[in-house]
């Protein structure tokens, strides 16, 4: 009862601080913490979903009106949530390390820039950009072309031994990275390095702002991947893919079919990429190989380990975890040392004017990445939110 | 096509290659003496090559700023950034160990490498980090040297750098003492039998982990020393160049045989020539279509149909899989 008052309390409060200090990080990260409480308290369910629905949305586009970037922020947090729990079917469920995973994030996001922009005609001809309407079936055709990446790029590497194939996997997204910077010849395809632009948004109904139909856009695909990844983790599928994680031999012998099962974890894993980097392309409205790196890809590893292998909430809470400190306290961090650095502040005898004009902390989102990547793994491999089978193999040193 | 240029070019391509695979054979000792021991990618390694590099670069400017850069024999400038090159990255390597793997050991087989893949990232940034605090640059340059840039003309199309030969010197050497050292000394046969089985090599008194760092300090040096060699023969480096030389090396390793030391330098090699006629004749043969930049295809390619199809690579696999 005391838990469901303060719950309650915590997010009207956090969100009223957000509204009258629409600046402070520090304050929109007190909002996004109160979502944990409501999640992590002991309160009846229908009292959290309640909240938890009141707050992403009708709170959250309400925010959005004082601080539009922190829809921005929503926004990209959602796209992150999806990748990571696509990831997390294939690391965290079947155990299988893939280190390439944002190839097929591109590949969804290229299918969409292609043709849903003019660049289609130096292929086709002419009838380019499609309408924007297509928008909505290049979704499932994102979904498509990313389970079919998957299940190629799986047929061949599956034999392999785990980190054989975390290397090959690292190969092969190096491999669409170089294919999107030089594929502008012979053929035009990608336009190398320059990108694609502009990418058509799709229609928005009743005239609802972008910025808010994308956030409602992501909010429901994430929605639905959580649904569909809550179904497959107790369904037979999903006690095949933790059985090969535990013990390939012995799954094997119990009948799961390995190559069959390693290939669906695959696909699925790699279809929410694919819708994902749809929506992503049409957000952005400009796309270009840097959006689709090796550092992506362990960018949403770091996630899905932050939270803990094989956990939805924590994949949840691994991908917002990573995304806001990239997005807003690292930037935040880099704005105000500049601040400090204009304004000539001494800090113990020393002028932080003088500071090296390279020393950007906005930077550094390696040394998170890498980071978390060794201290979870160190002191906590289990995750933060973990699943209970997980915490046992795990937790125990 | 063009026939005369395609074979007129074809020494000088064959030297690049040399280089390169040599190159890629030093940093790729790194990987194959770790897995050897421990079976495990030291994903780590690459960054451990490039901190060789930094400290070269670093000694070479500081030498520059002295004034000693143009009065010490040359000879002797790169003997002197070679050790310290290879000491800092052997340091290293041993340090990453004990603090990242050594806690990690016997953890699933998956663990230590998200570690190890950590520790690249993190050493990224370090190496960044530290370089903006203390140049406010982290795109550095090597010193040029006059006599190591001299040229001679074999042929009108072909001609040889010194610092070529001397790179080509200097991994061959490093390679014959490794050679040496892991078959003719006693340590040598405590590496090889900790690699065989590290139960048994402890019950004969082999103290494992003194082993394990020894490894990781022999490793980390032939990496170190391969930055070094790097920087003198290209000149540009930054934190993150390290990262491409240590996947193709990985891949070097992979096809000689990982565990497998001479299998390494062979890997290597071929694949520096393989990635050099790659560059030089695709855009060549398929009429500019395709271009050198299709050559980190070429090497991943390279290393994903080497495991898929031959996973033992090229000498076969000394260590086997845990059962």
New interface residues.
Partial sequence: MIQAALATGLVGLSAWAVATFPRSVVVFLLFQGSLLFVYLARIPRWLRTALLALALLVLMPVLGHFNGYYLEIATQVGIFVALALGLNIVVGLAGLLDLGYVAFFAVGAYSWAIFGSPHANIMFGGGFPLAPGWFYAFLLVGLLLGAGTGVLLGLPVLRLRGDYLAIVTLGFGEVIRVLANNLDKPVNITNGPKGITPISRPPVPFDVPYAEAFYFLVLLIVVVVVLVNRRLEDSHVGRAWEAIREDELAAQAMGVPLVRSKLLAFGCGASFAGIMGVVFSAKQVFINPESFTFLESIGVLAMVILGGMGSIPGAVVGATVVTVLNLQVLKGFSLWLNELKNAGVVVLGYNLADLPTQLEPAKYERMIFGAILVLMMIFRPQGILPVRRRARELGTP | MDLPLLVGIFPQVFLDGLILGFMYALIALGYTMVYGVLE??NFAHSEIFIVGAFVGVEILLGMRAAGWLEALPWPLVLLLILVAGMAGAGLLAVSVERI?YR??RG?????????A??????????I??VE??WR???NLVYPTMDALNHRFELTETIDVSVKSLVVIAAALAMLWALHALVNRTKIGTAIRAVAEDQAAASLMGIDVNRIISLTFLIGGAMGGAAGVLFGVQYGLINPYSG?IPG?KA?TAA?LGGIGNIPGAMIGGVVLGLLEAFAASYLSLLTGG???A??K??FA??V??LI??FR?KGLLGEIVR?RA
């Fill in positions: 495990f990618i990242a806690p990690l953890a699933p087989r998956l663990i230590p490498l998200i570690s893949i950590g520790v690249s990232f993190f050493l990224q940034d370090l960044r980090l903006s605090i406010n640059a982290f990262f996947l990985f992979v279509a395709f271009g930049e299709y980190d295809i991943f390619s290393l994903i495991l898929i996973p899989e």
